[in-house]
């Protein structure tokens, strides 16, 4: 590539004609290069002035709880857990399918602890069923276990991100017909034992799911938030 | 009237403060969606666009680098990318064919651009410099976000002239701005 090609290929990419294999064939050089990375800068502050002619718009009242809500629903799936980490993992992107790999095998083994740390530390919670939460992406994010009583054991998988100013609420379908029912709230973002009367004992496939909502709970009584995971009741085999 | 110090916002967004994702919503928001709404025409993808790019901002801030770049260039960069693959993914493909009050509007956002761009700045006076079809074709990319296949199609020219006669226009204001 002559030098007056990869100028005019900058020059694409800032303006907004290059293709997307362009764009991130320059973005990855200039991550490699800091002189392409000043090329880069210096075309873009050319042509900033432009943005600048833009309308100052009004943003739609409930944008910051739109991105509030997106940015917790996708950190609490395991993809990176806080944003300082993917730095840490960039150089590791060429390796994605040994750390898949690995990240599997570690979620069995989460699981599988939790499973019987769950068992064994709350032996006395008898559950009657076991429901692994999974989020939007598939992954485990809590385990909850009911018991005949309505005694509830959540466990948590990972660091919840809970926006500020909401709380974690625990849901369940008790009649899966019905409206979920809510077991309580997780105010200290980690896991607990929540109780309620009045609901008929868990059973098998009954829903249950974790949302976000208000700080003191859902102000409908039904889920409003994003939901964390959600997941269906099984059985235990003893 | 305060300053806002970008580069502190996003290493702080990098350190998992929401507030300083907050306060550049606060500070730049609604002027990126003015630049989202000119690409994307639509109220409703220019949010959807603003949102995406704050969710984006706030993954992607440990990544950024003071020392590669201005921090304002990189939040637009974001906002602007996000922009034109939304674009590029929809059916815009149309507008090769652009309907008449189509053009009209988007000649009208052209103008406005054109008149609010500082005249003192370089990126004018260099712009001036050029035969106004190159200019105007050079600005509705930057602000309509027009692709090579829009240019042509409203240039009614061929594809591969309408690329080096733009790529002859980048030139020139490279030479001009130094």
């Given at each position: 590539m002559t030098e007056r090609s990869l100028d005019d290929l900058i020059d694409e990419v800032v303006i907004g004609l290059a293709s997307e294999e362009d764009c991130a064939r320059i973005e990855k050089l200039a991550e490699r290069d800091s002189e392409i990375a000043a090329r880069l800068d210096r075309a873009r502050t050319r042509y900033m002035a432009l943005d600048e002619t833009a309308d100052e718009l009004e943003l739609p009242a409930q944008m910051w709880e739109r991105v509030a809500a997106d940015i917790a629903t996708k950190q609490a799936s395991t993809e990176g857990g806080n944003p300082a980490e993917i730095v840490e993992l960039a150089p590791a992107i060429r390796n994605r399918n040994r750390w898949r790999i690995m990240a599997i095998g570690a979620m069995?083994?989460?699981?599988?602890?939790?499973?019987?740390?769950?068992?064994?530390?709350?032996?006395?919670?008898?559950?009657?069923?076991?429901?692994?939460?999974?989020?939007?992406?598939?992954?485990?994010?809590?385990?909850?276990?009911?018991?005949?009583?309505?005694?509830?054991?959540?466990?948590?998988?990972?660091?919840?991100?809970?926006?500020?100013?909401?709380?974690?609420?625990?849901?369940?379908?008790?009649?899966?017909?019905?409206?979920?029912?809510?077991?309580?709230?997780?105010?200290?973002?980690?896991?607990?034992?929540?109780?309620?009367?009045?609901?008929?004992?868990?059973?098998?496939?009954?829903?249950?799911?974790?949302?976000?909502?208000?700080?003191?709970?859902?102000?409908?009584?039904?889920?409003?938030?994003?939901?964390?995971?959600?997941?269906?009741?099984?059985?235990?085999?003893? | 009237m305060s300053v806002t110090n970008h580069a502190a916002l996003i290493k702080a967004c990098a350190n998992g403060r929401q507030s300083a994702l907050k306060e550049l919503m606060e500070a730049e928001g609604g002027r990126m969606l003015g630049v989202a709404r000119r690409i994307l025409r639509r109220q409703d993808l220019a949010e959807d666009a603003v949102q995406e790019s704050f969710v984006l901002l706030w993954r992607r801030a440990g990544q950024f680098d003071a020392a590669r770049?201005?921090?304002?260039?990189?939040?637009?960069?974001?906002?602007?990318?996000?922009?034109?693959?939304?674009?590029?993914?929809?059916?815009?493909?149309?507008?090769?064919?652009?309907?008449?009050?189509?053009?009209?509007?988007?000649?009208?956002?052209?103008?406005?651009?054109?008149?609010?761009?500082?005249?003192?700045?370089?990126?004018?006076?260099?712009?001036?410099?050029?035969?106004?079809?190159?200019?105007?074709?050079?600005?509705?990319?930057?602000?309509?976000?027009?692709?090579?296949?829009?240019?042509?199609?409203?240039?009614?020219?061929?594809?591969?002239?309408?690329?080096?006669?733009?790529?002859?226009?980048?030139?020139?204001?490279?030479?001009?701005?130094?």
């Open positions: 069995a083994a989460t699981i599988m602890l939790a499973v019987v740390l769950g068992w064994t530390l709350n032996s006395r919670l008898e559950p009657t069923v076991i429901a692994v939460l999974l989020d939007a992406q598939g992954q485990p994010v809590a385990l909850v276990e009911g018991a005949r009583n309505n005694k509830t054991l959540v466990t948590l998988l990972e660091a919840a991100q809970v926006p500020d100013n909401q709380v974690m609420q625990v849901w369940t379908k008790p009649n899966s017909d019905g409206p979920p029912v809510s077991l309580g709230l997780l105010p200290s973002e980690r896991s607990g034992v929540l109780e309620v009367r009045g609901l008929p004992s868990p059973a098998a496939d009954q829903l249950y799911e974790i949302t976000f909502e208000p700080d003191g709970g859902s102000p409908t009584n039904l889920p409003t938030g994003p939901i964390l995971g959600k997941g269906f009741a099984k059985t235990p085999v003893f | 770049g201005s921090a304002k260039g990189w939040i637009y960069t974001i906002l602007r990318n996000r922009c034109l693959t939304m674009l590029r993914n929809s059916d815009r493909e149309i507008s090769v064919d652009l309907q008449e009050h189509e053009v009209a509007s988007d000649d009208f956002v052209l103008e406005a651009a054109w008149s609010r761009l500082d005249a003192a700045s370089d990126l004018r006076v260099c712009l001036e410099q050029l035969e106004p079809e190159r200019r105007a074709a050079i600005l509705s990319c930057y602000v309509l976000g027009y692709s090579h296949g829009e240019l042509a199609g409203r240039m009614k020219a061929p594809l591969g002239s309408v690329k080096s006669w733009i790529r002859r226009g980048l030139k020139k204001l490279r030479e001009c701005m130094g």
